[in-house]
């Protein structure tokens, strides 16, 4: 007796733990196993049906009450677990809506910092005066904004010039401490002009409003007025910001026609018109930084004076056509007997000077002899007219305490020797 009430307590406490806390799976099996256990008593002899019915219904009874008191006992946390979920889901949606906008929030912080800084690049541009500088400047802003293999300029000065390439590799620019340091190194930057940069030049000496862009970089050209002016040749960028490239390489060449147009109007006047060397104020001008740099390094520099003897005879005998023309071919020259670094000028009338860098007293006569020998051994043509000239140059050469006004008279004061002893003659200034 005793074992049949512990077998059915164990029983019925099966029933009602698997409903309560087992799984649908579980319930399921239950479910299963308590009709399988009533057909298996069933047809079994000896056991009277009625009881066994009696006892399976009463089982089923308490498999389903175990499921409802489930589901009363934990209706409160299904509630609150149906809350939650909800809660879960809209706290998940608001993440995904903050990420997404803090990523959108992000994306506008960079395109602020990349517009700042093209800000700031634009604005190095607008201060520089010169062209290769402004280069440089560029291609640090290319490098921050998209990255490119090389960016080449072409300049191409009146003909028959030979046009002066700049070009600059993302690897030597991010080899740079900084853009001074290839600016020290200006020959590093020098380029050619390959066969591809020559079918691109072509085309653009062909098209004022010449302009090409492709997925591997982009080219334009400058024109100023009649005259192609510059190419730039951008290669292997990521045009993924073509906006903001389109308008920095715009302003790269507004900046280069500004650059050029500043050139022209600084060289119309600091360049005498007739002879095309420099005015007077701007020999003046270049001999005192010289002479404030050979005073800063111990060093040495002389000025010649020139003057075309009896040129007033000249213009009074042919006329002042050909006397302008023989003034253009003394500057020529006097140029040609120079060096590059070397400066001359039109002090006056028929009177140049030339600024030789460098140059103590013993050169300096030998270069004005240099001249003078050329001037007398030229035969110059004036339209129908050929005549000789002759020239008498000062040489000074300056000392520790004189000025650049000092200088110019004590190369006077020896022209004016030179004259007073026959002319077509060099005479040096004792200082």
Same mark, same amino acid.
């Given at each position: 007796?005793?074992r049949?009430? @512990?077998?059915?307590n ?10 309560f ?5 579980? =319930? ?5 196993? @308590?009709?399988?256990?009533l ?14 019915? !009696? ?11 175990a499921?409802?008191? =489930? ?19 809209? !706290? ?5 809506l ?23 690049? /634009? ?27 090389? +960016?080449?300029? +072409? ?10 390439? $700049?070009?600059?590799?993302?690897a ?5 401490l900084?853009?001074?340091e290839? *600016?020290s $190194? ?9 066969p ?14 010449f ?13 100023i ?6 190419l ?6 990521s ?12 302003? !790269? ?6 650059i ?21 104020? =701007? ?7 010289? *002479? ?12 010649? *004076? /020139?003057?075309?003897? $009896? ?8 006329? $002042? ?11 020529e020259? +006097?140029?040609?007997? @120079? ?12 009177e ?19 001249? =003078?020998?050329? *001037?007398a ?15 008498? /140059?000062?040489c ?13 008279e004590?190369a ?20």
């Open positions: 007796m005793w049949y009430l @512990i077998l059915n164990i029983w019925f406490a099966l029933l009602f733990l698997a409903q806390f087992g799984n649908r799976r579980s =319930r399921i099996f239950m479910r299963f196993v @308590i009709v399988f256990a057909c298996l008593l069933l047809f079994r002899a000896g056991v009277d049906p009625f009881v066994w019915f !009696f006892y399976g219904v009463f089982s089923w009874v308490v498999f389903q009450s499921g409802r008191f =489930r589901r009363w006992a934990l209706l409160p946390a299904m509630v609150l677990n149906e809350e939650l979920e909800i809660v879960s889901k809209q !706290f998940k949606a608001k993440k995904e903050w990420q997404k906008k803090n990523q959108e929030d992000e994306l506008l912080r960079h395109e602020a910092e990349s517009l700042s800084y093209l800000y700031d690049k /634009i604005k190095e541009m607008s201060q520089s005066l010169d062209s290769l500088e402004t280069f440089v400047i560029l291609g640090e802003a290319l490098a921050k904004l998209t990255g490119f293999e090389t +960016i080449k300029l +072409i300049e191409l000065p009146d003909a028959p010039a030979v046009p002066v390439v $700049h070009e600059l590799s993302l030597s620019l991010e080899g740079a900084e853009w001074s290839l *600016m $190194h200006r020959d590093r930057l020098k380029g050619e002009i390959y591809s940069d020559k079918s691109i030049l072509d085309r653009m000496l062909a098209d004022r409003s302009s090409e862009n492709s997925d591997s970089g982009t080219a334009q050209g400058l024109w007025g009649d005259k192609p002016t510059a730039f040749i951008l290669r292997g960028a045009l993924g910001r073509r906006e903001l490239i389109s308008i920095l390489i715009g302003r !790269f060449l507004s900046e280069i026609q500004r050029k147009l500043y050139e022209r109007v600084e060289m119309l006047a600091t360049t005498d018109s007739l002879t095309a060397v420099c005015v007077r104020r =701007r020999l003046v001008e270049r001999l005192e930084e010289e *002479m404030e740099r050979s005073r800063r390094f111990g060093l040495q520099c002389s000025f010649l *004076m /020139i003057d075309v003897d $009896h040129f007033k005879s000249v213009n009074d005998h042919y006329g $002042h056509l050909v006397g302008d023309m023989v003034l253009k071919q003394v500057a020259t +006097i140029k040609k007997n @120079i060096r590059e670094v070397d400066l001359v000028g039109r002090y006056g009338g028929e140049f000077g030339a600024l030789l860098i460098e140059t103590d007293t013993a050169s300096a006569q030998m270069v004005a002899e240099r001249i =003078r020998r050329s *001037m051994e030229r035969q110059f043509q004036a339209y129908d007219e050929r005549l000789a000239v002759t020239v008498s /140059i000062g000074a050469t300056v000392s520790t305490s004189m000025n650049a006004g000092q200088l110019v004590a006077d004061a020896a022209l004016y020797q030179a004259k007073r002893q026959g002319r077509n003659r060099v005479s040096v200034a004792v200082v």
